[in-house]
């Protein structure tokens, strides 16, 4: 599908003038050596080989996972609590595009007060935000921006895990695929581009769940230009559904992961990749992949090299192609939900029944909400029971090879 020199796919001719561009960059949290860097001045170091690339977007927007806070104020949930010094806002002034995105997992953390400070200070430093508000009403409004006289509105949505908001608590826009869809056909009517960015799926899967397709083909359908994906630490594949682009997953921008890493070439961590979009009034014209890596010491972001570029773009083609075929998309699923351990923790719970009756919030009952009401986890957990009652588990398993060796960036040794 990709243009193996150069990541690009031509979806059609332009319709109509003007014609503009739109770069989106994949999960950004400026955290531990990262936060230490941009404190001592380092963030325009970090993303200068990067700059020729943000200067020649029209419109560009980045994933942007944490408060921006110093309270101490973590809420109870399953999973890491995420912060970043305000001061680390000078990385976005450094990349010095338009739109953080903000309908993720993380942006809650802290509680409402820091999530809504982060609004504030991101629009003071001439920011716009889309994905996250005062309360549910708020975090769902679109954002809708001219660019070069195209009016393009955006939606951004995330999987129910914590900080979302509610008609009443600030946070995250949550997922709701009846609702969403019919928020997406209502914003199509009055934009010339409608691009949709969610965050979700199954983290480190290099392949998406039956449900991620079967959704962003409904948003499509529902009327979105575009629909792209973040969230899974990992690249996953791309795919044109009625001569729309999908995105999959880009994967981590610049995601440092913890203060002392082994330098693994070959995971996935490091390794994500931008999406540019060329588009028209009519939506998009073109797509163009462009892979980036972060070192482990999150001293730079830049472009990967020419063989790596290749291998890269050869490497996407490979985990697009089992889009296209539900059935064989599913056998893969199915695997990855074999091998998980996720349904282990139904086995050996961190909860015992008096959990259930002690007073809220309850840190234990919260591992388990997480299992069930989070539609990644919830998915997986299904999909392994199904086997389960089936007998087809082992069945399953007979794809691991291939699995394990879809998950690793081999081509970063070139």
Known sequence: MLNPKNG????????????????????????????????????????APLQDIFAGADLSLIQFETPLTTDDTPICKSGPNIRCHPDTIALLHAWGGHVALLANNHIGDYGPKPAMDTIAQL???????????????????????DVKGIRVGILNFAE?????????RPGAAPLSPSLNAR???????????????????????????????????TFIDAGAAMVVNIHTHCPQGVELWHGK????????????????QADDPTDFWYTGYMVRFSIDKGGATAMELIPTTFSPEADSVRPLSDKQREGFFNYINTISAPIADMQELRRFFEC????????RALVKPAWTPEDFDAPAPNPKLLALRNLLTCEAHN????????????????????RKPQLDKLGKATFMLE
């Not at 129910?160 to 009443?168: D, L, R």
């Open 183 to 217: 928020q997406i056909n209502d914003l199509a009517k009055k934009v010339d581009c409608c691009l949709v960015v969610l965050h979700g799926g199954n983290e480190q899967n290099p392949l998406p769940s039956p449900r991620v397709v079967e959704m962003c083909r």
């Open 379 to 398: 998915e997986l957990i299904t999909t392994y029971l199904r086997l389960v009652e089936e007998g087809r588990r082992e069945e399953a398993l007979a």
């Open 123 to 145: 629009h003071a430093n001439g920011f716009q935000t889309v994905g996250a508000g005062e309360n549910l009403a708020a975090a769902y409004q679109p954002l809708i921006r």
């Open 336 to 343: 990855w939900a074999a091998c998980s351990g996720y349904p």
């Open 160 to 168: 129910n895990e914590f900080g979302s908001a509610t008609p009443e």
């Open 8 to 47: 690009r796919v031509v979806i059609r001719e332009s319709q109509s003038s003007p014609q503009a561009d739109i770069l989106i960059a994949g999960d950004c949290c400026p955290r531990l050596i990262a936060e230490e860097r941009i404190l001592n001045g380092q963030a325009k170091e970090i993303l």
């Open 245 to 260: 682009p999908i995105v999959y997953s880009l994967g981590n921008f610049y995601f440092p992961e913890r203060k002392v």
